[in-house]
């Protein structure tokens, strides 16, 4: 391992699972700030000792030694609190250089071989607080190995078979008797067990009578047939009992029996999982159970009915069992007085209105029904003085606002539903942790921390935003609060709709105030239109434009009915052939030039012959006369553009050729 010569800072090295045959600890001389140094499962046979190292944990376990790999360095280890070891024969003086460490754990892998020469007492020199021996696997247990040590406050075996006698399994008995000598043993873990009913149930007996007061047994596999027999309850230091991942392949088994005995045991806490338990008995008389968890079984509804030797129960877990309806586990927790905490999540519970109130035990603080099949309803059936209510991953889409009776709530978690609006703060008045992300709010309401005095966190990401102007108001509300109150932000806080906006972080959101503010958008556009309007209104006014566009619909009516007409019933009913309206200051110019030109041809003129000014009496007569004319021509004389008013004129082109056009 040249490679780590240059590394003089390095502190942790993990080259586990590979193909190294052999160490020399010398190339690890130039770094002396090695701390920490895992070597497991390797092909290890052999290690050259190096007295520089002055590790805190050093694991060459699972390695093929042959002898414990303990160097007489090791013993200036002075720091060192986690030590793995691998061999196939133990002697006593293999351990005498470290027998003055106290090493908070020692880790011992015994090899497929260990037992052909064995020394009993090899260990009982070692100081540790924390002792784990993996006995070889597949191997029945006949080995005589004291594990016993004085110092050892926690013990784990691991690899225990013994099958081949159905009465008992002498050598395991035997290792598990002398552990009465050690009066600092507490915990008792034993792990990868095979053996018998009848084996199981005499080791439970055993363990019984020792100091040990936590004992966990897990990966159990059982044979055989049990037979009858009474448990001794008597005389223990037990408090804790826990059994994990049981298989057993006797079908007949007297399974009444086996609940008896577990749920008459004079223990605190008692844990069953994973173990095909289909049933659990109430016990014979009021147990000393303050802990029960039988998670990951087959439990029924019925579990516990009208059970009321439980009345010290403060925690229960049913967790990925089998139960159905919630009213069932409601009556189920009456009886049970001392009842604090309980969870039933990963089921398939359900709740009917229609089935009846919920009298749930009066002290439950904590519940977890999460991972069921629970909607709404289910607020109408929650414990009166509950403080944590766990709901997430249901079918909950909204709460309904006439619930009452939450006042005490201060956690609630109703992460994966389907909630569109954030739940409101009138009926969760004490509310201060609130898990609302993975559902389906889009607008959070923007006055949610006002409303949510008492708040101090929230985790509502991963929620398909839509980035609008009620957004960027939630947004901003974020900003005044403390970052440490909301969880998750900005990371998990994206736009997901409109479009163009998705995936964009809420606190990059931006929209401009125009398209926000209502009011700001009317001003803006509506005030400069309406000064338009007016504008052009006057400007129309002043102009005359209503009398201008009033004769333009007057002569395209002649125009398109002279069209429509045939020309000899036009001419029957035509009068004039033109209009001529003017004041009296262009009197000279209309009877000396225009008239004459036109009296050239034989047309007929309407003459309006008068000083007049500009008025409503004018735009009648005009009106009445062009009604009567075929084919008119406006035009403006220059005295009349200049009169008050500016008198419109309705006269026929100069030329008496294109006059003839027109009409035809």
């Known amino acids: 391992m040249p490679d780590i010569l240059s590394l003089s800072k390095l502190k942790i090295l993990i080259i586990s699972h590979n193909r190294i045959q052999y160490l020399d600890l010398s190339v690890f001389k130039f770094n002396q700030e090695l701390e920490y140094l895992d070597l497991s499962h390797n092909n290890l046979e052999k290690i050259s000792c190096h007295p520089t190292l002055n590790l805190k944990h050093l694991d060459l376990s699972f390695n093929p030694f042959d002898a414990l790999p303990i160097c007489q360095e090791f013993g200036n280890m002075s720091q060192l609190e986690f030590l793995g070891l691998s061999a196939t024969q133990l002697q006593k003086s293999s351990v005498q250089s470290i027998t003055h460490l106290h090493i908070s754990k020692v880790l011992l892998v015994l090899g497929d071989t260990y037992g052909e020469r064995e020394d009993a007492e090899s260990l009982q020199d070692l100081k540790t607080q924390s002792l784990h021996i993996v006995f070889p696997t597949g191997k029945e247990f006949h080995f005589i190995l004291d594990v016993s040590v004085s110092t050892t406050v926690s013990l784990e075996l691991s690899n225990i078979k013994c099958v081949l006698d159905d009465n008992g399994c002498p050598y395991f008995e035997n290792v598990l008797s002398k552990l009465q000598k050690n009066s600092r043993l507490s915990n008792l873990t034993l792990n990868n067990i095979e053996i018998t009913w009848n084996s199981f149930f005499t080791i439970l007996q055993l363990v019984w009578r020792t100091n040990i007061e936590y004992f966990s047994i897990s990966n159990v596999k059982l044979q055989g047939y049990l037979d009858s027999r009474d448990f001794d309850y008597s005389d223990t230091s037990l408090k804790a009992l826990s059994i994990h991942k049981v298989v057993h392949d006797v079908f007949s088994l007297p399974q009444g029996y086996v609940y008896k005995i577990l749920s008459n045991m004079n223990i605190q806490h008692l844990t069953v999982s994973a173990?095909?338990?289909?049933?659990?008995?109430?016990?014979?008389?009021?147990?000393p159970f303050l802990y029960l968890n039988f998670s990951n079984n087959l439990l029924t509804d019925t579990v516990f009915?009208?059970?009321?030797?439980?009345?010290?129960?403060?925690?229960?877990?049913?967790?990925?069992?089998q139960l159905k309806e919630l009213v069932n586990i409601v009556h189920m927790t009456q009886e049970m007085k001392s009842l604090q905490q309980l969870d039933v999540s990963q089921n398939s519970l359900m709740y009917d209105e229609s089935e009846g109130n919920c009298p749930w035990a009066r002290n439950l603080l904590s519940l977890n029904m999460s991972s069921n099949i629970l909607t709404d309803s289910v607020f109408r059936c929650l414990p009166p003085r509950i403080k944590v209510l766990d709901l997430h991953n249901n079918r909950i889409r909204s709460i309904p606002k006439d619930v009452t009776g939450l006042e005490t709530l201060?956690?609630?978690?109703?992460?994966?539903?389907?909630?569109?609006?954030?739940?409101?703060?009138?009926?969760?008045?004490?509310?201060?942790?609130?898990?609302?992300?993975?559902?389906?709010?889009?607008?959070?309401?923007?006055?949610?921390?006002?409303?949510?005095?008492?708040?101090?966190?929230l985790k509502a990401g991963n929620n398909p935003f839509q980035c609008s102007c009620e957004l960027r108001d939630?947004?901003?509300?974020?900003?005044?609060?403390?970052?440490?109150?909301?969880e998750g932000w900005p990371e998990s806080y994206k736009c997901d709709y409109p479009e163009r906006y998705k995936g964009t972080p809420l606190k990059d959101f931006q929209v401009s105030e125009l398209s926000c503010n209502t009011a700001l958008l009317i001003i803006t556009i509506?005030?400069?239109?309406?000064?338009?309007?007016?504008?052009?209104?006057?400007?129309?006014?002043?102009?005359?434009?209503?009398?201008?566009?009033?004769?333009?619909?007057?002569?395209?009516q002649t125009r398109r009915r002279a069209r429509n007409v045939p020309l000899e019933e036009l001419q029957r009913t035509l009068q004039f052939h033109a209009f001529i309206s003017y004041s009296g200051h262009d009197s000279a110019w209309v009877k000396n030039e225009l008239i004459p030109n036109l009296e050239k041809e034989d047309i007929r003129i309407c003459l309006h012959e008068r000083n007049f000014v500009a008025a409503r009496a004018l735009w009648k007569i005009s009106s009445t006369a062009l009604r009567k004319v075929t084919n008119p021509s406006l035009s403006c004389l220059p005295?009349?553009?200049?009169?008050?008013?500016?008198?419109?004129?309705?006269?026929?082109?100069?030329?008496i050729s294109s006059m003839k056009d027109l009409i035809t």
């Open 305 to 321: 009915i009208n059970c009321t030797n439980l009345a010290n129960l403060k925690t229960l877990i049913l967790q990925k069992n």
């Open 410 to 457: 201060q956690e609630l978690n109703l992460a994966s539903n389907s909630l569109a609006h954030f739940p409101g703060c009138g009926i969760f008045s004490s509310l201060s942790i609130l898990i609302i992300d993975y559902n389906s709010i889009s607008n959070p309401s923007a006055d949610f921390f006002q409303s949510c005095q008492k708040i101090r966190s």
């Open 526 to 556: 509506v005030v400069p239109g309406l000064v338009l309007a007016v504008a052009v209104t006057v400007l129309c006014i002043y102009l005359d434009l209503p009398w201008y566009l009033r004769m333009v619909c007057q002569w395209t």
């Open 474 to 486: 939630f947004i901003q509300s974020i900003g005044q609060v403390s970052s440490d109150m909301v």
């Open 275 to 287: 173990a095909h338990m289909v049933h659990m008995v109430c016990p014979s008389q009021i147990s």
């Open 639 to 655: 005295t009349l553009s200049r009169a008050n008013g500016a008198i419109m004129n309705s006269t026929l082109p100069t030329t």
